[in-house]
């Protein structure tokens, strides 16, 4: 099973919500919400506020990527704008099982993210605290960038260790995911594909959507 999650960072931001209907017409699984704070990464998006008002037009599940330090301050924020889903960055946080730990107590899918060169040992001794593994296939902090195919051997690690340990995780390939890329991701182990350009980028999102599934499928 793919699951495609649509990343609003590519969307129209003052027509969120002809977006969000884009990506229902296409039958996105996921909306993915780019938080960034400006400190974590060099680029600020947006907050809870904006995420609660996406949440207010969708029946959809909201996947929020928190690309901020310290993100432990801001997990209860992000459950109460609708996030289904929250994705801590492991760099970012001194205490990473706390944070997931929280994320679930709060009633939300609980995710881990891995920037490009940080390995997959990382998630050796919390492996049964995260529902989601998020490798990032591009240093985060802006769309539109190269897919990086180094990260693909971590992919395929990291799907290896989830088997071996027999945790069902989902495992999220995000950043400079399209049509090519995503086969190649799947082929390795990826489960979820986050895209922003290749759909919001596309003339007709919703025509993308299906063949970014269509390809991730066909691996
Ligand atoms: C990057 C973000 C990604 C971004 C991907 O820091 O985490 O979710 O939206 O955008 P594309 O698909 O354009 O690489
Ligand atoms: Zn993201």
Redesign the pocket.
Known sequence: MSEIRP????ADFADLAGAVAAAERGGADTL?C?V?DGHF?P?ITFGALVVAAVHARTALPLDV?L?VEAPERWLRGFQAAGASVITVHVEATRHPQRALAEIRRLGCRAGLALNPATPPDALDYLWGEFDEVLL??????????R?LPAVLHKVAAVSAAANKVGFAVSIVV?????EETAPQAAAAGATAF??????F?AKDPAAAIRKLRAAAQAH
């Open positions: 990343s609003l960072l590519a993915h780019d960034m990464v680029n990527h690309m990032m296939t591009v240093n985060p902090g802006f769309g539109g960038q897919f995000d950043g400079g995911v399209d986050v895209a922003g350009s290749a759909v980028g």
